[in-house]
Structure formats: structure tokens, C-alpha cells
């Protein structure tokens, strides 16, 4: 009897392990995310697929991509090649210094699994062919359960190759790393040209594609948020004509890829997309080449050619401009860039140059949106929302202006950035880099005329100040609706932060030795009030403040009366001290339509006697 009942255990048993189900296609057999981690094995990451079938299988076109425990997508990976019948396929990740080197891969890639718990998905064309989840995986990105908890010293790996019962608890288990290889030679992918990739039009016929190319490093930004680099067509360096395909491209590294050193030959694989307009590589491996590549060489341009369609073949080629114009530097302070426009002077507002004809003005305009190109830092930061990192190309002594000429000093990089050509520096710029490692050099013209008012004949000063939205008038607001007229009160909310507002502003302007004052942002009362009588109401007020306040340089400040009229059409709030009395404000010399002049040095229209004061415009 004991025979007998042995010889049925044993019996059940042998029937139990030829019940678990085999796999009928290829299957991943193991995953190790302790690659070069503290007391790991191995020095990479890897990821070993087993065909257990009885026939080789292609796997050319297939992708592995990696998840997060939480299910966050991470790199993703193009297979090519051959899983020999009853064999392996190794995929390597990023390798390290630490641990002992993989079997020679059959792909080596950049992914970078966890050690503890993460996913991998194989697809093929027809969609999900297999599925590892592990560790703290949630069920739900698993099949079945998740596997056990992974480390440094122990990959995920099936019980039994090839043994797939749909349920990732039960057929993996943790144990010390196994990779094994095709031990076959396998073919290596088409390397395309980076002109191949950038493609003669606006975006890369290979879009979401997996690519290939190989090329030298020329402008590198490890900081700052652009997370990447551009490279160059080894020996590349050629004017280009419209229709052209440009040898350089944008390439996408990330938060945790590696970057390589201005000048190195590189091999790059990763999918080909268009960010924003600028086609790029998202890097899934960056790997340095045994040979060097020739350098690139810049491309000398007196100005980057006009139009969308003559500057495409240079986008992420290596330039060296000629003379360029400051034309303007309203993000600066944001976004470390200035516009520039070719040649000796900065593009005016079209009606400062020509009559103001729709069709000419229209004209004009595109004509320098069409030049206008931006002088970027090489980062991506917004300077706002970092106070401690001095803005670059300024300084508290060294200003750059719209009239400004520059001269560039270092090659640059082609780019395009939020709807604008850039030329982008070959690392990224802040205040603190060195003036010699800027790409520009420039004359400061403030600098050249901080004592001009110390030679100029005369006692009559101009100033200009802007009051920053000087409202006296406060829009409607309950808890219930909101603000239901803020585009008309643009200013203070309440009583407490108009007197603080108006506090500074009375303390500053009386500091001002300056015999007329310009002022912009003053509240129209007219249009808030719809009382055109009530248009001065605000600038009254604000005159009043600052002749009741103690302290002040100079005589007593009065407004200019200008006609009601003025509030239908172009107006300029100025104030007057008493050294030149009020009575003159109403004599012709200070008669003139206001404008805002066309220069610094901009001389005063022909009905005017004396210069207008630089302001701008009332809201309307």
C-alpha cells in the first residue's frame, strides 16, 4: 500500500509539471535593474528574451519599453534581428564602473530599470506580446500578479525558460543574474545621415521612427533644462540653399542619460520627432565612436537667410554670423534672450519709417519677422523663478539696448524655440559666465552717455517714469462672481494696496531732479468712469500726492492741460515742476501731438520747439 500511494504522488507530480503551460511565441525570460548600483554584479542592466519555439524568430520592428513601478513610461526600444529556436536574445542597458561586464549584447540600448520594481512590455506590429511586472507593481500593470521584489544582487527571472502561465507571481521568481546571449552574429541596423533624418522639408520624414546616426557634438547643455545636445555631420560645413537637407539635429537626452564632451564622435539611436518645430532625436543610446569623425566646420553668414524656408537647411548647423542690431530685450529678464535684427540698425515700427498704408505696413512687418532672429542662453529656465542666477549678457555695469551693435565672437547653433529662429550658444550662458565666453561682444551705449547731461548747455531736464498701473478707482469683486470689471481697473483692489502703491510712487518721483515728466500706466478716469470731464481725475490725484509729501527735489509739480480731445485720440500724461511755470504749459511750444521717438537720439517733430517727452500711450 505505502508503494502503491508513493507511486501515485509521484505520479500526480510528473503530472503537474508537464501541465504548466509552455510559451508559443518569444517571451521575456529575465530582467536585472541593479546594473552598476552598489555591490551589483553586473555593470548593466539587461533585459534576455528565450524563443521557445522549434524556429528562429525576427524580430525586426519589435520594441521593448520600460515602465516605472507607478507606470510611467521610460525609454523605449527598437529590436532588430534574430532569436535563434530554443536560444536568447540579450538586450543591455546603461553600463557602469561597478560590476563584472554582460555576454557581448545582441542590443545594447540606454534604459535603466529600477532594482527593486519596475515593468517591461515586448510588442511586436500586432501589438502586446509579453508582459514583467515586479516588486511594488500595482496588480493592474501586471499579468496575473507581480513578481517579487528585485536588488542590486538579483534580477527577476522565470522559474523555467520559456514557462508562461500568464500570471507574472507564478512563473518568476528573484534569483542571482543569468544573461545569456544569441551567440549568433547579428545584422547591424542602417545607420542613417543626419540629413537623412532632417529630411528637405520643415519636419523629418521619419517621425516617431526608430533612427540610427552617427555625428559630432558641437553645442552641449547638461544644464540649464534643454537636457541634450547638437551634433553635426562629420566634415559637414556647406552653404545651404532652400530645398537643401541640413546636417545637424537636436539631440533629446533627459533626466538620466549621459552627456558627451564638445567635439566627440557619437552613435545615436532614438526616435525621431519634431519638438515644437525643431526636429530632434529622443535619445535611447549615446554611445562614443573608436574613430573620430572630421570636425564640422561653421558656416560663415553676413545673416541667417529671411524666411522659414531658407533656414530650415541650417537648423542645428554649426554658424558663424556676421553684424547684427539689438532690437529688442523684453525677455531678458525671463527667458535670457535677445532679439537682434541684421545688419546696422533694429526694426522700427513699420510707421516710424513709412506712411500708414495697411498694404505697405503689412508688407514691412513680415518682412521682419521674416529677419528677426533671437539670441538665446542655451537654457530653458524661466530667470523669474530663479532670483539667485544673474541674468546673462547684463550686468549691474554692463547694459545691452535695442541700437546696440554686435559682433560675434564664438561660433553658434541654428535652432528654433517657441515660434522664433534662435542662435543657440554652444553651452548654456548665465551672468556668470566669462565675457570671453559669450558669443557676442558689444559697445555699451549707456555706458557712453551716463554724463551726457553734464555737457549738454541749459537747465531743462526730461524724464520718463513708469507709475505701473496707477489707479485711484477700484473694480467690482465678490466671493460669488469674481472680478467682473478688471479689464477696466487694472490696478489696485482696494484702499490698503493703492496708498502702499502710491506711497513709493511719491517717494520716487519727488527724488526725480527733472524740470517735465513723463508718465505712462496712469489710470484713464474717463473710461472708468465714463465721464470724459473726469478723464485727468487719477492724474490730479496723483499731483496732489506728491505736492502734499515732504522731501521733495525741486519745486511743486503741475499737469499739463491738454484738450478733452485728446482723450479720443493720442495722449501722454506730463507733469511740470514749477521751475518752468505752469503758465507756459499752455503756450505752443508744449502744444504738440505726443509720439514716442524713433531713437534715443531721435530729434523733436518740426512743430515743437522743445523735445516730447518719451511715453506711451493711455488705455483704452
Known sequence: ????????????????????????????????GGGSNAQAPLNADFVELFNPTGQDVSIDGWELEQFSAKGNSGTVVELFGVVPAGGYYLISGVSGETGADLPAPDRETAFNFSATSAVAVLRNADGEVDRVAWGDTPPHLAEGAPGEKTTNQLSIQRVTDGADTDNNAADFRAGAPTPRNSGIAQADPRVLTIAEIQGTGATTPYESATVITTGVATAVYDEGGKRGFFMQTGGSGQPKQPGDASDGIFVFVGKQGHYPAHGDSVRVEGTAK?????????????????????????????????GDAAREPYEGM???????????????????????????????????????????????????????????????????????????????????????????QQDVVVGYNNGDWTFQPLRPITGQTRAEDLPITWDDSRAGILDAPAKVRGDLSIGFFNVMNYFTHFPDIDPEHGCTNCHLFRGAHDAQALALQEAKLVNAINQLDTAILGLSEVENTARTTGDAARRDETLQHLVDALNAAAGRIGGRWCRRQASLALAKTRSAWRLFTSRRRCARLGSRAFSMTPRSPASPASRSPRSSRLPPAVTTLLRW
Open 274 to 306: 519634431e519638438f515644437y518645430g525643431q526636429t530632434q532625436i529622443s535619445a535611447s543610446s549615446i554611445s562614443r565612436l573608436s574613430d573620430a569623425l572630421p570636425a564640422p566646420t561653421p558656416i560663415p553668414l553676413d545673416a541667417l537667410p529671411a
Open 318 to 408: 554649426l554658424v558663424r554670423p556676421g553684424a547684427y542690431t539689438v532690437t529688442g530685450n523684453d525677455n531678458l529678464s525671463q527667458y535670457g534672450t535677445v532679439g537682434l535684427a541684421p545688419g546696422a540698425e533694429p526694426h522700427f515700427w513699420p510707421t516710424e519709417k513709412i506712411r500708414p498704408d495697411a498694404h505697405q505696413v503689412a508688407r514691412m512687418s513680415a518682412q521682419q519677422a521674416a529677419e528677426f532672429v533671437n539670441l538665446d542662453d542655451g537654457r530653458t529656465r524661466n530667470y523669474a523663478k530663479e532670483p539667485n542666477m544673474p541674468l546673462p549678457y547684463i550686468s549691474p555695469t554692463r547694459s545691452i539696448r535695442t541700437f546696440d551693435t554686435v559682433a560675434f
Open 1 to 32: 500500500m505505502f508503494r502503491a500511494r508513493l507511486l501515485w504522488l509521484v505520479l500526480v507530480s510528473s503530472l503537474s509539471i508537464a501541465l504548466v503551460p509552455h510559451a508559443e511565441a518569444v517571451v521575456i525570460n529575465e530582467v536585472y
